[in-house]
């Protein structure tokens, strides 16, 4: 079915940056609004940025607001996360996600259909 494959994950200082990309394999990937969520060990899976199907809506966590922003690129069918000025706890594993956009308002979608594999962050102090 859908296939979503993160990219760009490393080991950053804190106060740097790092940029996250999710490239979409299966299906019309401008259908579908998308999400970045991570884990960190022994915590809850955690929103952290979602995207409507053309780009025109954000909505960001509270702890990253400012910080970070997502985007994408229809043409490539990628989403990308832009992390700047990254801390200590932001350290997990970041997952994109996908799901048919209904034009429903991104703070209320509660579920994700498809969701790539995972990319290590680590942030260092």
């Known amino acids: 079915q859908m296939q979503l494959v993160e990219s760009g994950g490393g080991s950053v200082q804190a106060g740097g940056s790092l940029r996250l990309s999710c490239v979409v394999f299966?299906?019309?990937?401008?259908?579908?609004?998308m999400a970045w969520f991570r884990q960190a060990p022994g915590k809850e899976r955690q929103f952290v940025a979602a995207i409507n199907s053309n780009g025109e809506d954000t909505h960001y966590a509270d702890s990253v607001k400012g910080r970070f922003a997502i985007s994408r690129d229809n043409a490539m069918s990628t989403v990308s996360l832009q992390m700047d000025r990254v801390r200590p706890e932001d350290t997990a594993v970041y997952s994109c996600a996908a799901v048919l956009d209904y034009g429903w308002a991104l703070k209320s979608i509660i579920r994700y259909d498809y969701w790539g594999q995972g990319t290590q962050v680590t942030v260092s102090s």
């Open positions: 299966g299906r019309i990937f401008s259908n579908y609004a």
